[in-house]
Nanobody, 125 residues
Framework: QVQLVESGGGLVQAGDSLRLSCAASGRTFSNYAMGWFRQVPGKEREFVAA????????YYADSVKGRFTMSRDNAKMTVYLQMNSLKPEDTAVYYC??????????????????WGQGTQVTVSS
């Protein structure tokens, strides 16, 4: 089992920055690739970013590429999502997730085994 707890969400204005954190506990953190997804009411949960086990590779949705940066600190068992130049359309509940299957389908939420409870990000115009 892996427990994930997100933090760092809040209410900001367009153009501002936020950094989300996701702290893990349980099994060996470096055994998992990690992802961030987001969801707004009435829509499916969508892929935002992912990072490989050792942080060598990162992947981003086109909508956030160049604005968001995902990183991880395996010693602290934490992943981060630095979000810059936020837009109102970034408003969502953000979830982190752990992928133990490691098949490389990082954009597919069904590949993830564990999920956090989510943190709300609201960007006002």
């Amino acid at each position: 089992q892996v427990q994930l707890v997100e933090s760092g969400g809040g209410l900001v204005q367009a153009g501002d920055s936020l950094r989300l954190s996701c702290a893990a506990s349980g099994r060996t953190f470096s055994n998992y690739a990690m992802g961030w997804f987001r969801q707004v009411p009435g829509k499916e949960r969508e892929f935002v970013a992912a990072i490989s086990r050792w942080g060598t590779n990162t992947y981003y949705a086109d909508s956030v590429k160049g604005r968001f940066t995902m990183s991880r600190d395996n010693a602290k068992m934490t992943v981060y999502l630095q979000m810059n130049s936020l837009k109102p359309e970034d408003t969502a509940v953000y979830y982190c997730a752990a992928d133990g299957k490691l098949r490389g389908f990082y954009w597919d939420r069904s590949e993830y085994d564990y999920w956090g409870q989510g943190t709300q990000v609201t960007v006002s115009s």
